[in-house]
């Protein structure tokens, strides 16, 4: 590098110059690659995309600006039960992943056991398993439940679908809680929970009076994690969903014949919430979720 | 439950001390369940199988046979190629373009700083699919970015195409994990003390130096977990090669997923998953070695 045979106060000012004016420039380009393809969403989500007019079935091309898409969100066969299925999974997972990873990081901030090394790895590992791996052997699984020699042995999972969806999303998204809510409850301060034992409350009344409202934020933002992440998920659900459709696996079955603008506008409905969401919680609270 | 507690002390002490011993087990007992019969069950159940042979149709009987294994890895060397070289580039890209963003936001955000965070994180928001079909709208022959090129500006001719290349499947992967790789790095960054960098140059270390000395290090935990939440999902996806790549461009992942879901060959499919997350796990722990794994517990 240059830097090497400059003289020190050149590389000085070099390096000033990098970081007051190239960094701060690199920056907005780098942010503005990661939101061209919202924008392109969202703009492409009033294209006109009319067989009848010649504009084929795919929304690859710009054609004309139009509100067909938006007036009638759920226009394609298929869209509106895919979108359904999404949206009660996702509830589903959400509630039992929140349920089953809050316990399990009560167990690890607040109480000595053995074995919590082991507990701390088995939390991590499916964080660090690709999601086709983990999508694989479920599915592997749950064929070999309709296979000798398991077979009437343990309850039967195959062929898949919704159950078996919700198995997988409960799975992956359990390490996610755990991880959030531990981060919540290393802050905990235990104190008040001797505080309001000293007062004469017993332990069931001082957790849900007193533990509970201090962690019940970082619940929320656990649930919200595992709802997005099951919302969105299209990997792991692909290998064990057979035919039972949700939005991704319907949106990536029919790019193949067609594109239909809907799916823009479905994703542009889930990006406006979703930042509502997030800008609404930051607003009452004065700092951002995570 | 409560009410049922006996009332003479010693007895509640010794009542409370066994709770005290079988709670933590009673709160992990439902996750932990899950999670072994989920995902450490499969796992194994996928060895077993990857050394079995048979069909949906006849059942699958072990056999001890290594021929999913010989016979996937010798036809599917060059997408296993594929992966490493497009995961790893974009491994490194999104290290590259990554380092100095959250170096921006961490050191020079300012008030800004939590808005820019939020831009990073924007993408999350939308569905990972619709991202990567967006970008195919992006890349098209016709399509926003090239078609001004080659029709208004005439940079490029007409029949100049990004789509169904490695450059797009390596765009987009560099695209959709780039907020994993900021994140992390932002938080090291962000944790350092800034008086240690000021104690670098009052002791004389140039700017460089500092950053080459002091900054690089200690943000190191946060390459590591960046790379690694970069270059593992990278490795297994199939998406990006599916609708930005072509039949050329296929990865592992997309093998496996047609062995899997269209030919029901659930053999070579475990194999193949196997080798992919046995050849992660070495990459993972050779790379916690050359970091050295005293500097990432930081």
């Known amino acids: 590098m240059a830097a090497t045979v400059a003289p020190q106060r050149s590389t000085g000012r070099l390096m000033r110059a990098l970081e007051h004016r190239a960094l701060p420039v690199f920056t907005v380009l780098a942010i503005g690659y990661l939101l061209v393809p919202i924008i392109v969403m969202f703009v492409f989500s009033f294209n006109r995309v009319d067989q009848s007019l010649g504009d084929g079935k795919f929304n690859y091309q710009w054609h004309a600006f139009s509100l067909e898409a938006w007036l009638n969100p759920l226009g394609w066969p298929g869209l509106g039960n895919a979108l359904y299925a999404s949206l009660w999974i996702a509830v589903m997972a959400t509630i039992g992943s929140t349920i089953l990873g809050t316990l399990i990081g009560l167990a690890l901030t607040r109480y000595a056991f053995r074995g919590r090394g082991m507990i701390n790895s088995l939390i991590f590992l499916p964080m660090a398993t690709p999601e086709l791996v983990m999508g694989s052997s479920l599915g592997i699984l749950f064929v070999a439940t309709a296979l000798p020699p398991l077979r009437g042995a343990v309850p039967t999972l195959f062929p898949f679908g919704i159950s078996t969806i919700l198995i997988a999303h409960v799975m992956f998204n359990i390490s996610y809680v755990v991880v959030t809510v531990k981060a919540r409850l290393a802050g905990f301060d235990r104190r008040l929970e001797e505080a309001a034992m000293d007062l004469g409350a017993n332990e069931w009344t001082t957790f849900w009076r007193v533990t509970f409202p201090l962690i019940f934020p970082g619940i929320m933002a656990a649930a919200l994690l595992a709802f997005s992440l099951s919302i969105d998920d299209f990997i792991i659900t692909s290998f064990v969903s057979g035919t039972q459709n949700t939005f991704p696996i319907w949106v990536y079955g029919i790019i193949r014949n067609a594109l239909p603008p809907q799916i823009n506008v479905i994703g542009s409905i889930i990006f406006l919430v979703a930042v509502l969401l997030v800008a609404s919680s930051t607003l009452r609270t004065g700092r951002p979720p995570r | ?298």
Request: proline letters at 6%; hydrophobic letters at 50%; aromatic letters at 12%.
């Open chain 2, 1 to 298: 439950m409560r009410s049922s507690r006996p009332v003479s002390p010693r007895a509640s002490r010794a009542w409370r001390s066994r709770l005290g011993t079988v709670t933590p087990y009673a709160l992990l007992a439902p996750g932990i369940l899950w999670l072994l019969i989920f995902y450490v069950v499969p796992v194994a159940q996928m060895f077993i199988f990857s050394i079995s042979t048979g069909s949906l149709e006849t059942g699958f009987q072990i056999t001890y046979s290594l021929d999913a294994y010989t016979e996937g890895l010798s036809r599917y060397g060059e997408q296993f190629g594929n992966s490493l070289v497009y995961g790893g580039t974009a491994t490194i890209l999104t290290l590259l373009i990554g380092f100095p963003v959250a170096y921006t936001i961490a050191f020079r955000g300012g008030r800004y700083k939590n808005l820019l965070l939020f831009l990073v994180i924007a993408p999350f928001f939308t569905s990972f699919l619709i991202r990567t079909i967006s970008w195919k709208i992006l890349l098209g022959d016709e399509g926003p970015l090239l078609g001004p090129l080659k029709h208004v500006l005439g940079i490029l001719p007409g029949d100049a195409s990004l789509v169904s290349t490695p450059y797009a499947v390596i765009a987009g992967l560099t695209y959709n994990f780039l907020p994993f790789m900021i994140l992390p790095l932002y938080v090291a960054l962000e944790k350092i003390d800034i008086r240690l960098i000021e104690a670098a140059s009052d002791l004389y270390a140039s700017r460089w130096e500092a950053f080459r000395r002091i900054t690089f290090p200690l943000a190191l935990p946060g390459v590591f977990a960046g790379t690694l939440l970069t270059f593992i999902p990278a490795m297994g996806d199939f998406v990006n090669a599916q609708l930005l790549g072509s039949p050329q461009t296929s990865m592992i992942g997309n093998v496996i997923q047609n062995r899997f879901l269209i030919q029901n060959d659930y053999p070579t499919a475990a194999a193949l998953s196997f080798v992919l997350m046995a050849g992660i796990l070495v990459a993972v722990l050779a790379y916690a070695r050359v970091l050295g794994s005293e500097q990432l517990t930081g």
